[in-house]
């Protein structure tokens, strides 16, 4: 049967599917030290480029896989959900997110992470979050005009520039291995 | 947890990879990927909709969180409750296990945990925006290479970038 095999499920099983995977992300996250504030960090002040390292790696390895699975007939790229691009909410978004996640030192999937290995910023920094989600959705009227603006549906980056999907992989395994290489030529003491 | 040495992490090339793998597999089992940010965002919609029923269906934001099986039984939630799951395990089988307020060689330990809140709320307006986080949106959306995945990263970088030197003080 064509994966996905499960899409949209919120019975039991698909719950429990969801705390696995939740779990295995987690682990993952917890073993590269993203759990840490100050490990974080070091990644914009030059100094430790885990973040950069763990998570170029990870989208290398989900995209070639999705790629390759696609290609061989396993995995039905067409129900795999692309998330919706919006070109100015994100944009603005993505900048004030930024700023924020220097300030908490964590994002909000590692200060899950932090909290629950014992750390009581961890905990602060998931309250915040908590709080901005809300107060944001309470006061939402006057960002709904930006946050619905700039439409582009589930866009990807091969059909915007209308280059073969194969090349743009091969274009991010590219652009992240020259990365890897600056990234430890930066992180070597000088 | 006394006496107990910590374990150095992982190494990033290895851990990222796993991180991968396990990105690769909520995309082959579920059709979708990993996140954070809505877990955060059906827990406001089913509190408000606890405390003042009326108002929150007719939140815009709140409402596209009440649909279906309803703000409690959503993925994203349970997922998350995963991610504290598998960090508490994977912390406690490394010797990591063990309460502390993490801050800069020069920060107060009330400062940090002001600084964590107050950015933690910055986060909440940005990700609200964005319709999305580092997990859901730049992880998830970067692999499937959408447009607006690799916008948010590069713009999240750059705020990040931007901010760094001002809070030089709190980290360094």
Redesign the interface.
């Known amino acids: 049967m064509t994966?996905?095999?499960?899409?949209?499920?919120?019975s039991g099983a698909?719950?429990?599917?969801?705390?696995?995977?939740?779990?295995?992300?987690?682990?993952?996250?917890?073993?590269?030290?993203l759990?840490?504030?100050?490990?974080l960090?070091g990644?914009?002040?030059g100094t430790d480029l885990?973040v950069f390292?763990?998570?170029?790696?990870?989208?290398?390895?989900?995209?070639l896989?999705?790629f390759w699975?696609g290609q061989a007939g396993?995995?039905d790229l067409a129900?795999?959900?692309?998330?919706?691009?919006?070109?100015a909410?994100?944009?603005?978004?993505?900048?004030?997110?930024?700023?924020?996640?220097?300030?908490?030192?964590?994002?909000?999937?590692?200060?899950?992470?932090?909290?629950?290995?014992?750390?009581?910023?961890?905990l602060?920094?998931?309250?915040?979050?908590?709080?901005?989600?809300?107060?944001?959705?309470?006061l939402?009227a006057p960002?709904?005009a930006?946050?619905e603006s700039t439409a582009?549906g589930?866009?990807?980056?091969?059909a915007?520039l209308g280059v073969p999907?194969g090349a743009?992989?091969l274009a991010?395994v590219a652009i992240a291995l020259v990365g890897?290489g600056v990234a430890e030529r930066i992180e070597r003491p000088a | 947890m006394i006496g107990r040495v910590r374990r150095p992490?992982?190494d990033?090339?290895v851990?990222?990879?796993?991180?991968?793998?396990?990105?690769?597999?909520?995309?082959?089992?579920?059709?979708?990927?990993?996140?954070?940010?809505g877990a955060?965002?059906t827990?406001?919609?089913g509190?408000?909709h606890a405390i003042a029923p009326a108002e929150a269906e007719a939140?815009?934001?709140?409402a596209r969180y009440l649909g279906?099986?309803g703000p409690w039984?959503?993925?994203?939630l349970?997922?998350?409750?995963?991610?504290?799951?598998?960090?508490?395990?994977?912390?406690w089988a490394?010797g990591?296990?063990?309460?502390?307020?993490?801050?800069?060689p020069r920060a107060r330990r009330r400062s940090?945990?002001?600084?964590?809140?107050?950015?933690?709320?910055?986060?909440?307006?940005?990700?609200?925006?964005?319709?999305?986080?580092?997990?859901?949106?730049?992880?998830?959306?970067?692999?499937?290479?959408?447009?607006?995945?690799?916008?948010?990263?590069?713009?999240?970088?750059?705020?990040?970038?931007?901010?760094?030197p001002v809070?030089?003080r709190?980290?360094?």
């Open positions: 994966a996905p095999w499960i899409e949209g499920d919120t698909g719950l429990a599917i969801a705390v696995a995977c939740g779990a295995a992300f987690g682990a993952a996250l917890e073993r590269a030290g759990g840490s504030a100050r490990k960090v990644q914009f002040y885990t390292k763990v998570m170029f790696s990870a989208i290398v390895v989900a995209m896989g999705a699975l396993v995995l129900r795999v959900a692309v998330p919706d691009t919006w070109l909410p994100q944009l603005i978004g993505g900048a004030v997110f930024g700023a924020g996640m220097a300030t908490a030192g964590l994002c909000p999937g590692t200060s899950c992470v932090a909290a629950a290995s014992g750390r009581g910023d961890g602060a920094v998931m309250l915040g979050m908590f709080s901005g989600v809300l107060v944001t959705g309470l939402f960002l709904r930006l946050h582009r589930p866009l990807t980056v091969s915007w999907y743009v992989v991010v890897f | 992490y992982a990033p090339y851990a990222g990879a796993c991180l991968g793998v396990v990105l690769l597999a909520a995309f082959v089992i579920t059709g979708r990927g990993l996140g954070a940010s955060f965002a827990t406001a919609a509190l408000t939140n815009p934001y709140f279906g099986g039984r959503d993925w994203l349970f997922e998350i409750g995963g991610v504290a799951l598998g960090g508490a395990l994977s912390a490394a990591r296990l063990r309460g502390e307020v993490e801050r800069g940090r945990l002001v600084l964590g809140f107050a950015g933690g709320m910055v986060m909440g307006l940005g990700a609200v925006l964005a319709r999305g986080c580092t997990s859901g949106l730049a992880l998830t959306g970067g692999a499937l290479l959408s447009v607006g995945a690799w916008l948010f990263m590069l713009a999240a970088f750059a705020g990040a970038y931007l901010a760094a809070l030089r709190v980290w360094r």
